[in-house]
């Protein structure tokens, strides 16, 4: 007798799935993943200037800190103006340096008394006869490791690498633009450096992310899809422009990385497309620094003034707003409505698997960089150093992250976006063809091109 049982079946054919084939989890990318001592990314990272903490988070107690997968200790040392990095742990029996003493010559071990200077001599070992053989032979053979510190506008930064080549500190342009004020601010993110770094390379994801995805982030004007065009300044420098349509507006928009972290955008809130705005600067000026595989913060200055932000983000609030669209401390249903950076790039899992990703053309600007990076690091295992941010004729180096909104009337049909092509276009010649020009008349004759641009139509 035929069975007439009725059988569940799926809705779709499950021919057409195929969660077994790919349920095996892609490698991490560990050539531009890995930063600790010793990895080929961690020398390579290990050739430049990093912020590691902000001036005001350093009282008068020692801070350990973790970066480059290093464990190091923070303090602050003679009349407390003065700063100093070393190994979280004591060279004499590993007790930590975070329950040391600062005093007025360096930093002093809990355990025995031990007294390191700043650059990780050994100054005293109280314990021991000061003459005696083995404390000489101590001293003058050994030292605490340590690293150089340059405090430099509330950002506290060190150099790890090798101290025959520390590079000098480089001075950018947007340090000093008049009438602007520079907040230092963190961001910590729980997740591996480059999937932070890639969302200053990825200008489509703000008018998703930040955008049309739940609600508008910044600006309505940002929900609108740009006309997108990467270039490649020199070996180190890539930016990424974004060409909207707001009304009768253009606007363009920039945002820009050098290698290997520094990161600059347009504003934030005050150029929304609606009002013509010329060269104004960027949100923040930011690093995003890897504490470990997993970990990264974004150390920087949110920048408020008529060039940058309104006054009115200058907070703690603001700063995370500015940062990534949205503050940092939610309820995960708050999360999930409404995402920002954090979860779009920590939901990716403590190391994205670049191999599980399928780049399209408008990733043409995470691309280009990643591969750059790779070449950079593997020159530098063939013993060429990689390049430091250029500075032109010991100018400041020129950076172009900014929003710039002209009034040029729509034209009919799909003419206006190649028109907004070719207005983005010109506006990124005009400004790389007046890199040369100090500051200031560079600044005045950026802004007055723009000025004939727009009168041009
Ligand atoms: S462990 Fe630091 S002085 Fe002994
Ligand atoms: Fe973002």
Redesign the pocket.
């Known amino acids: 007798m035929a069975s007439s049982i009725t059988r569940p079946q799926p809705s779709i054919s499950p021919s057409s799935f195929s969660g077994y084939s790919q349920s095996k989890p892609a490698e991490i990318d560990r050539e531009i993943a890995e930063v600790g001592p010793g990895t080929v990314c961690g020398e390579y990272l290990r050739r430049f200037w990093h912020p590691v903490f902000m001036t005001s988070d350093l009282d008068d107690m020692p801070k350990a800190i973790k970066i480059l997968g290093e464990e190091l200790v923070l303090f602050r040392y003679g009349d407390k103006t003065k700063i100093g990095l070393v190994h979280k742990y ?1 060279p ?4 930590s340096l975070e329950y040391g003493k600062c005093e007025a010559n360096g930093i002093r ?6 007294l390191f200077a700043p650059d990780g001599e050994i100054l005293e070992t109280p ?1 021991e006869d000061n003459d005696a053989k083995a404390a000489n032979h101590l001293r003058a053979s050994k030292r605490l490791g340590a690293y150089p510190v340059i405090e430099y506008k509330g950002l506290i930064f060190t150099y790890m690498g090798p101290p025959e080549l520390v590079p000098e500190f480089p001075i950018y342009d947007t340090f000093e633009i008049e009438g602007m004020k520079m907040s230092p601010y963190k961001a910590p993110y729980k997740c591996n450096w480059i999937q932070v770094l890639d969302a200053i390379m990825d200008p489509v994801h703000t008018s998703f992310l930040h955008s049309q995805n739940s609600h508008p982030q910044f600006s309505d004007g940002m929900c609108e899809l740009g006309e997108l065009k990467f270039y490649e300044r020199n070996e180190n420098h890539f930016l990424g422009s974004s060409t909207r349509r707001v009304n009768d507006n253009a606007w363009v928009r920039l945002n820009e990385l050098i290698l290997p972290n520094f990161t600059q955008a347009g504003s934030a809130y005050t150029a929304d497309g609606t009002k013509q705005h010329y060269f104004g600067r960027s949100a923040f000026t930011r690093w995003v620094v890897p504490v470990d595989d997993e970990n990264s913060i974004a150390f920087a200055w949110a920048n408020f003034g008529e060039r940058g932000d309104p006054h009115e983000y200058d907070n703690q609030d603001g700063y995370e707003m500015i940062e990534q669209g949205e503050v940092l401390e939610r309820s995960d249903l708050e999360r999930q409505k409404f995402p920002a950076d954090s979860e779009a790039v920590e939901g990716m899992g403590a190391i994205s698997t670049h191999k599980g990703e399928n780049l399209m053309p408008s990733d043409r600007g995470v691309t280009i960089y990643r591969q750059r990076i790779r070449r950079q690091i593997r020159e530098l295992g063939k013993g060429q150093e990689p390049p430091q941010p250029l500075s032109i004729d010991g100018m400041t180096v020129r950076t172009y992250g900014q929003d710039t909104v002209l009034h040029m009337p729509k034209k009919e049909g799909p003419a206006d976006r190649k028109f907004l092509a070719v207005i983005g276009e010109k506006v990124m010649a005009m400004e790389f063809e007046h890199e040369g020009k100090d500051d200031a008349a560079r600044d005045a004759s950026i802004i007055a091109e723009l000025k004939n641009i727009e009168a041009e139509g």
Do not use: L
């Open positions: 004591c004499h029996r590993r007790a071990c809990c355990y025995h008394g031990w314990g």
